[in-house]
């Protein structure tokens, strides 16, 4: 066999494998924008400081508690996590009772901080129009990929993307 043909073969073989590119994130004026610091509660009375992942990169889950692809989201985002103590994960969860949040928590077994939206608040600074939509800031901050329902593979890749800055 010719060696550019053993080359162009070995090439197109190792391209077939290779996993594909996560999702490009949906357009948003926060793409590279660093977010203000902030605070708030969790629905088991801890207070939770942004600058407390500072040096992590974030994911950021917007879900609703009558929302089964918002609980796809969070099982996804449970599985990037754990293990990874790297990355830092909240789930936000739009204005809701604290009980059915509390137990779909429970039911999902979330490692991670889970706050109430009950202002608004977090909504209106992420831009956040629907649920579910996921926000990954990379490690200093800013925002690296906003979007919806994504694969754990296309997360952990958006994350590892985030961790390089």
């Known amino acids: 066999m ?37 605070q708030t509660e969790t629905v088991s009375g801890k207070t939770v400081m942004s600058s407390s992942f500072e040096g992590h990169p974030v994911v950021l889950s917007f879900v609703r508690t009558d929302c089964p692809p918002c609980e796809q989201t969070l099982t996804t985002v449970q599985d990037v996590f754990t293990g990874n103590e790297r990355t830092v994960a909240w789930a936000i969860f739009a204005p809701s009772d604290p009980a059915k949040v509390q137990k779909l928590a429970a039911k999902l077994k979330l490692e991670y901080p889970v706050v109430i939206d009950q202002g608004e608040r977090f909504q209106r600074l992420f831009v956040v129009s629907s649920q579910p939509t996921t926000v990954v800031l990379d490690s200093l901050g800013f925002v690296k990929w906003m979007g919806k329902t994504v694969s754990e593979a296309e997360l952990a890749q958006i994350v590892r993307d985030a961790e390089r800055g």
């Open 2 to 38: 010719k060696p550019w043909i053993a080359l162009f073969s070995s090439l197109a073989f190792a391209l077939a494998c290779a996993s594909p590119p996560p999702p490009k994130s949906e357009p948003t004026s926060l793409l590279g924008q660093r977010l203000p610091p902030f």
